[in-house]
């Protein structure tokens, strides 16, 4: 008789031993049931922390919906510079760029230099460089928007590929219908650190 109650308080202790784990666990884990790497239990909750510093890698905010301002990404550099240049030459090298280009200046336009495109007749061809202060760790996307007058000409899109400084556009202009100007507008934006630069830069074309 007294076995039979030694082994019914040993089972009552194991029950309440195992409910005592279960409720610690569902407590601390949630609905996770996987916490192994590269998931942590961090603060009672099990999330992912990939680079393992004991800080979850999504704030809990995101799950509410909230804006939340990403983490650096290593960039080495607080901004950059990004230039427009025309030009009916090509150019050797990035030491013939301005360091400082006109926001205002004059293009010629050379009647013996023409192509012809889609049955048109243009002036042709020129070559906009565009190009940047320095070379940075990330490609640099840049817009560039032309506009005859107060209406949008064409569009172009540019890579500067990390490690590099400038790309070439060539561009011409139509016989019928070129105005007296045109205006380029530069907006460009770093691929990873999302930095940005905008300028613009209008030009006189001017018949030779």
Not at 47 to 76: F, H, I, Q
Not at 147 to 165: M, R
């Amino acid at each position: 008789m007294r076995r039979i109650h030694y082994i019914l308080i040993a089972a009552a202790v194991l029950s309440v031993l195992v409910i005592m784990f279960a409720f610690n666990k569902t407590e601390t884990t949630g609905d996770v049931v996987d916490c192994s790497a590269p998931n942590a239990l961090i603060d009672g909750v099990c999330c992912l922390d990939a680079d393992a510093d004991s800080v979850c890698d999504v704030p809990e905010e995101v799950a509410d919906g909230e804006n939340v301002v990403a983490e650096e990404t290593g960039t080495e550099y607080a901004g950059f510079k990004a230039m427009m240049y025309l030009s009916s030459d090509v150019l050797a090298s990035e030491t013939a760029f301005p360091e400082d280009p006109e926001k205002m200046s004059s293009l010629a336009l050379d009647k013996d230099k023409t192509e012809l495109a889609d049955g048109k007749k243009f002036y042709g061809k020129y070559y906009i460089y565009t190009y940047l202060d320095g070379s940075y760790n990330e490609n640099i996307i840049c817009n560039i928007d032309e506009y005859y007058g107060t209406v949008l000409s064409d569009k172009f899109l540019v890579e500067v590929p990390a490690g590099q400084k400038f790309q070439t556009t060539s561009v011409g202009y139509e016989f019928e219908g070129t105005p007296s100007k045109v205006r380029y507008d530069l907006s460009c934006v770093g691929f990873d650190s999302r930095l940005e630069w905008k300028d613009s830069y209008t030009y006189d074309l001017v018949e030779e």
